[in-house]
């Protein structure tokens, strides 16, 4: 990028010479455009002000606004020209295109010009100065960044003249409030003001949409007790208005007063079950209370069942966001990757020496280790144990074998398009495991052969911005996704039934230990997810192996194991003796439940001396 390129000023006088000479020709279309790219670049800058004088001189103020129409796609310097041309003769018609403006690019400073400083709000209705404020709120920020409130400090200004103009409106003391205390970052006593102006539009009319206003300035001000009064006294008065208590749950939240705010929530949901708002909010706010994803998943049933909603809700999404297997895939924990993290990738294919393991590991993290660093022999101590290298069930999917401690795929490659669409679908991170199955939609047309062979040979990443390992991890959990969308295992099936894709993956599950077994599991408390009919099965087959890993881990290293209680904190209808289980095993301070003689019931821990010799880390 060249010093013009990166200076907006620069650029803005690199148009405006090119507009001078249009002008100069006579040709006012192309000096118009010119002095729209200026003002685009940049908003203040006074020659873009005084060439659009010098135009409105040549062709007239009719001539000079047809020179600058509002088409579709609209340019956003020919709007901002159009504005100021407008604001000569109609100032809250040209005060409102500029707040437009300022909605889709909040950090310019469009309004920010001189006739807008002059305005007198007395001459102006102020309602419609209630609505530019309105208009230019969401996009601020709450509050503004320092940058974005220095530039729209006009607005500000504007509204501490106005409602000093307008003493007996409500509506606008209401929405400058709202605007006000935006501006904590630039004016300190904005704050001030929009407790103030908030106070008397509520004073005036005390309706909803004053008190919302109110009731926000309150709570920036670190009130939360007096906008909580404010909110109540108004739903008590429209007790239909439930959103406001949707509001109040959340600031109760965020103070951490969980219990009130579910508590109020619940009032709501008494009062209207089917209320969008309250559901998706109690539901986040009851797992953010204990954990419990049963929260989760029947906020998945709700929306299943309730397709339509008042808006777009972020609530499913913000419970998932940050926790393994909900919102992401969990990175691998093998000793040979994290030797892999230690050696820089450009010196990997090059690199030829020995590498010591103190014990065996799952044949995906080897597999990777081979790949990225060919020349690297190892050697592995200790003989291979029974319990790793072969099915943990008779009849399982066996997708490797072993030699002794070698193992070789059982499948063959899937092809190089499979590859490709894998690839190209895949990623660690999902919104939740809903959105990841929604993902996986593409994946179905492939056949349920070719998916196994995805989870032996999977994918490398085609970039190195991730962590050795994760962007594998996450194809293997992508295609056995894919499973549950394989048209081949859904041919005559109802719509949403997944016993036969369960029935592939419990057997992958069961199979050798390997991160393919994650992979499978995490399909699997997807199904249950949006199956309800399979969860009992999924609960089985999710708590039997967590139970079998966590007691092989007495004896050896089960790298999968921490992840598998991972899994087990998102599996519908869990055993809650299993969940206490893997809630310590991720403390790192479990013990282990004793050895199982024949399949029953999903074991209960024992309770003793912590043996962390049988949950540490190599």
């Known amino acids: 990028m060249t010093e013009q390129q990166d200076n907006p000023t620069a650029q803005a006088h690199g148009e405006l010479a090119l507009a001078r000479i249009a002008l100069a020709e006579g040709d006012l279309a192309h000096a118009a455009g010119h002095v729209a790219g200026a003002i685009a670049w940049a908003p203040g800058l006074p020659e873009a002000h005084e060439l659009l004088a010098a135009l409105v001189a040549r062709a007239g103020d009719e001539g000079a606004l047809e020179l600058f129409p509002v088409e579709q796609p609209a340019f956003i310097g020919a709007v901002v ?16 295109m500029l707040a437009q403006a300022t909605r889709f690019d909040a950090a310019q400073p469009w309004a920010d010009v001189s006739w807008v400083r002059a305005l007198e709000p007395r001459r102006l209705d102020p309602d419609d100065l209630a609505r530019v404020f309105v208009a230019v709120m969401p996009s601020l920020g709450d509050p503004a960044g320092r940058a974005v409130a220095r530039a729209n400090e006009v607005y500000l200004d504007l509204a501490r003249r106005a409602t000093a103009a307008h003493p007996g409106s409500a509506l606008l003391h209401g929405a400058a409030a709202g605007l006000a205390r935006r501006f904590t970052a630039v004016a300190p006593g904005a704050l001030a003001d929009a407790v103030r102006w908030g106070a008397h539009g509520h004073r005036l009319r005390p309706d909803k949409l004053t008190a ?3 009731a926000y300035a309150l709570k920036a001000d670190g009130r939360l007790d007096p906008a909580l009064q404010v909110m109540r006294q108004a739903w008590q008065a ?20 969980l219990d009130e705010a579910v508590a109020l929530l619940d009032a709501a949901t008494r009062q209207a079950p089917d209320y969008d708002c309250a559901v998706h909010t109690a539901a986040r706010l009851r797992f953010q209370r204990d954990g419990d994803v049963v929260h ?4 998945v049933d709700f929306i299943r069942a309730h397709p339509v909603t008042s808006h777009e809700h972020t609530d499913l999404e913000g419970a998932c966001r940050g926790r393994a297997w909900l919102s992401m895939v969990t990175g691998p924990s093998e000793a040979c990757v994290n030797v892999l993290h230690q ?7 090059g690199l030829d020496g020995e590498l010591a393991l ?5 044949p995906s993290a ?11 022999r190892m050697r592995i101590a200790g003989e291979p144990p029974a ?24 499948v063959p490659p899937p092809s190089e398009a499979a590859l490709a669409l894998l690839a190209g679908v895949a990623g660690p991170f999902w919104p939740h495991p809903v959105a990841a199955y929604d993902r996986a939609l593409p994946l179905g047309r492939l056949g349920a052969d070719e998916l196994i062979s995805l989870l032996v040979h999977p994918p490398a990443p085609a970039g190195d911005g991730l962590p050795d390992g994760l962007f594998e991890r996450a194809a293997q959990a992508y295609a056995c996704l894919g499973l549950l969308h394989c048209e081949q295992l859904r041919a005559g099936a109802e719509p949403g039934d997944t016993a036969r894709a369960r029935a592939v993956l419990t057997g992958i599950v069961f199979g050798v230990e390997d991160w393919s077994t994650e992979a499978a599991a995490f399909a699997l408390v997807v199904a249950a997810w949006v199956d309800p009919a399979g969860r009992g099965a999924v609960r089985d087959a999710i708590a039997e192996r967590f139970l079998d890993a966590a007691r092989q881990s007495r004896d050896r290293a089960v790298t999968i194991r921490n992840s598998l209680a991972a899994l087990v904190l998102t599996t519908p209808e869990m055993v809650p003796e299993v969940t206490a289980l893997a809630r310590r095993v991720l403390d790192d301070g479990a013990e282990a439940p004793g050895p199982r003689d024949e399949p029953g019931p999903p074991a209960t821990p024992a309770d003793g001396p912590r043996k962390r010799r049988w949950f540490g880390r190599r």
């Open 81 to 96: 020209a159009r504005a100021h041309l407008q604001g000569r003769h109609d100032p809250m018609g040209g005060l409102l």
């Open 212 to 214: 919302v206003w109110y």
């Open 238 to 257: 429209q007790p239909g208005e439930l959103d406001l208590c949707a509001d109040m749950a959340n600031w109760l939240a965020d103070a951490g007063r």
């Open 296 to 299: 989760l998943v029947g906020l």
């Open 343 to 349: 050696i820089p990738r450009e010196q990997r294919a």
């Open 358 to 362: 103190s014990a065996l590991e799952v």
């Open 366 to 376: 080897l597999a990777l280790l081979r790949r990225e660093a060919p020349g690297l």
């Open 387 to 410: 319990e790793l290298v072969r099915a943990q069930r008779p009849g399982a999917r066996v997708l490797w074998h072993y030699d002794g401690l070698a193992a070789r795929p059982a």
